[in-house]
């Protein structure tokens, strides 16, 4: 989840924004986000979206997608989103499915990331 204010935005504005980021990381609404979204390939809802709150490990929401806790202890060892040209074409072609193929387990977390670091290598010294 990523979210952003133009710094250009008036006094109202801004103060409204604060407000819904506020609500948006509040437990409340990531539990909202961890009960998930339609999957028409599944005919179910399904948690797309990874919940951003550590103190959210033990809720009986978690312990239902026990996946998710990879993504509570890789809070040890925070990344971010590069946004640099570069990255893009890498983190379309390799990262979004990539890690996609890892929370339906069909790789390994070890698999994804030697690949992420070998075609993203080839990638960058190509440009």
Same mark, same amino acid.
């Given at each position: 989840? @990523?979210? &952003? $204010?133009? !710094?250009?935005?008036?006094?109202?504005? =801004?103060?409204?924004? *604060?407000?819904?980021?506020?609500?948006?990381?509040?437990? /409340?609404?990531?539990?909202?986000?961890?009960?998930?979204?339609?999957? #028409?390939?599944? /005919?179910?809802?399904? #948690?797309?979206?990874?919940?951003?709150? !550590? /103190? @959210? $490990?033990?809720?009986?929401?978690?312990?239902?997608? #026990? %996946?998710?806790? %990879?993504?509570?202890?890789?809070?040890?060892?925070?990344?971010?989103?590069?946004? %640099?040209? &570069?990255?893009?074409? *890498? =983190?379309?072609?390799?990262?979004?499915?990539?890690?996609?193929?890892? @929370?339906?387990? $069909?790789?390994? $977390?070890?698999?994804?990331? =030697?690949?992420?670091?070998?075609?993203?290598? !080839?990638?960058?010294?190509?440009?």
């Amino acid at each position: 989840m @990523m979210l &952003a $204010a133009p !710094k250009n935005m008036s006094e109202q504005a =801004k103060q409204q924004s *604060i407000a819904f980021i506020h609500y948006m990381i509040s437990i /409340d609404a990531q539990q909202a986000i961890l009960n998930g979204e339609y999957s #028409p390939e599944h /005919d179910a809802y399904y #948690p797309f979206r990874t919940p951003i709150r !550590k /103190d @959210m $490990a033990n809720t009986q929401m978690m312990k239902m997608y #026990p %996946v998710y806790q %990879v993504f509570i202890e890789g809070f040890e060892n925070p990344s971010i989103d590069v946004p %640099v040209p &570069a990255w893009q074409p *890498i =983190k379309k072609e390799f990262y979004e499915p990539g890690l996609h193929s890892v @929370m339906i387990g $069909a790789i390994s $977390a070890e698999t994804f990331l =030697k690949m992420i670091e070998t075609e993203g290598n !080839k990638a960058l010294s190509a440009n």
